[in-house]
């Protein structure tokens, strides 16, 4: 009952490709997308967490995989930094959907709860149906785990508590959103480096003609 077969209908560069499916009564086989990298768990273990700029690209990254996969109202739930890949070519994609399932409107809450403590959303414990907003909080968890978690108090902050709002209500409502926000406050926070460095610059050079 794994949901493989639909999500090989999609091909996007930030998802894991499927090729083939095949399903007997006891087992699914998944031909998949060979990739070279290494995984952002890997990558934090071996080289420590990731600066503002690069968790912005894996955010944005990340977000155009789900547009694609949520527009075919499939739902990942299970994002963490072990499911999102690095490749050699510098590109990040989502992988592994063993815990994905197609949305179901109308059902008051999930039949099957899946998803990792730690990264999981308050619905997928049963409070009520998983959506896209399911995801959303996994992601924000996530890029505040790859930007330093609780050591992390950057610009991004507000994006992380939206994500992680236990309400789905108040999160953002969709990974487009997500990734309008982000894109957002990286360029707000670009034009106040840019003024303070502007100010910083006025002020050496008035101190020069005193």
Do not use: W
């Not at 299970?78 to 999102?84: H, T």
């Not at 999981?120 to 996530?142: H, N, V």
């Amino acid at each position: 009952n794994l949901i493989y077969g639909e999500i090989s209908k999609i091909k996007h560069k930030n998802l894991l490709e499927i090729f083939e499916v095949a399903e007997t009564e006891f087992a699914t086989y998944v031909i998949e997308e060979f990739l070279d990298g290494e995984t952002l768990a890997n990558y934090i273990k071996i080289h420590g967490t990731f600066g503002e700029e690069k968790i912005c690209k894996i955010g944005i990254e990340i977000c155009n995989g789900l547009e694609n996969l949520h527009a075919c109202h499939i739902i990942h739930r299970d994002i963490k930094p072990e499911n999102l890949f690095l490749t050699a070519g510098g590109i990040f994609k989502l992988i592994d959907f063993d815990a994905a399932r197609i949305e179901k409107f109308g059902s008051v809450a999930d039949t099957k709860i899946m998803g990792t403590p730690g990264y999981a959303a308050p619905e997928q414990y049963g409070f009520q149906q998983t959506d896209e907003r399911t995801d959303i909080f996994s992601l924000g968890l996530t890029l505040k785990k790859l930007a330093g978690y609780e050591d992390y108090s950057g610009f991004l902050t507000p994006i992380f508590k939206k994500c992680t709002s236990f309400d789905p209500d108040k999160r953002y409502n969709s990974a487009k959103d997500l990734k309008r926000a982000i894109i957002r406050s990286q360029r707000l926070n670009k034009l106040r480096k840019f003024f303070v460095a502007g100010i910083a610059t006025t002020g050496i050079f008035f101190l020069s003609f005193q």
